[in-house]
């Protein structure tokens, strides 16, 4: 499966921006589908991950501000991020997983600045 993120960019605190991740060239309905995200200095860490029966899990630090969603019709995997914070500044990328723990197929990645 070959992924492509995009929609990052550069935004002031408290606004909102919208990722998209589109898949090709797999069964993108069978994959775990997560957003992971890294920041200068830091280790990657999962953001949201939406199974395959579309439940959702988020990191504790966007819960109720980031939203995962997926259309299994377009091969696309969105995260919605609402009330944007500097320290959400990092980048994102998408990525694949048959079981939701081990994800090993990522996209390129997309930055998301956010000024304070």
């Known amino acids: 499966v070959q992924l492509q993120a995009s929609g990052g960019g550069l935004v002031q605190a408290g606004g909102s921006l919208r990722l998209s991740c589109a898949a090709s060239?797999?069964?993108?309905?069978?994959?775990?589908m997560g957003w992971h995200r890294q920041a200068p200095g830091k280790q990657r860490e999962l953001v949201a991950r939406i199974m395959i029966s579309g439940s959702t899990l988020y990191a504790d630090s966007v819960k109720g501000r980031f939203t995962i969603s997926r259309d299994n019709a377009k091969s696309t995997v969105d995260l919605q991020m609402n009330n944007l914070k500097p320290e959400d500044t990092a980048v994102y990328y998408c990525?694949?997983?048959?079981?939701?723990?081990?994800?090993?197929?990522w996209g390129q990645g997309t930055l998301v600045t956010v000024s304070s």
């Open positions: 990525a694949t997983s048959w079981s939701g723990s081990r994800y090993d197929n």
């Open positions: 060239g797999g069964t993108f309905r069978r994959l775990v």
